[in-house]
């Protein structure tokens, strides 16, 4: 439940964030992200930055993610634009590792 919750909370803004580094292309009106593993990565991450742990955390996560995005959108983007940014490095080292071995 709680990959729900990034796709529809921090992807639209990942989504966001790649149009304006141009990963994708204009000429697709629509586009999803279908990463598995970057979606697994930023909801871990999420709960890690939120504190969010325990048997509500779903709805626990939702709540803490609209409220930073409410709150401080330029904060909430910042922050997503920095795990965009380890995300990719941790990608790059392990595609380096595996084409080594």
């Known amino acids: 439940m709680s ?4 796709q529809d909370i921090v992807i639209p803004v990942v989504e966001k964030i790649m149009r304006e580094l141009k990963y994708f292309s204009f000429s697709h ?8 593993r970057l979606m697994e990565f930023l909801e871990e991450e999420m709960r890690r930055h939120f504190g969010v742990i325990g048997a509500n955390d779903c709805q626990h996560l939702r709540e803490q993610l ?4 409410k709150n401080d959108p330029d904060a909430f983007e910042f922050l997503i634009r920095m795990l965009l940014d380890k995300y990719l490095r941790l990608a790059i080292k392990l595609r380096r590792v595996n084409v080594v071995v």
Do not use: K, P, T
């Not at 990959?3 to 990034?6: G, M």
């Not at 609209?66 to 995005?69: C, G, K, L, N, V």
């Open 3 to 6: 990959r729900i919750v990034i």
């Open 29 to 36: 009106s629509h586009f999803s992200i279908q990463d598995e």
């Open 66 to 69: 609209e409220e930073a995005r």
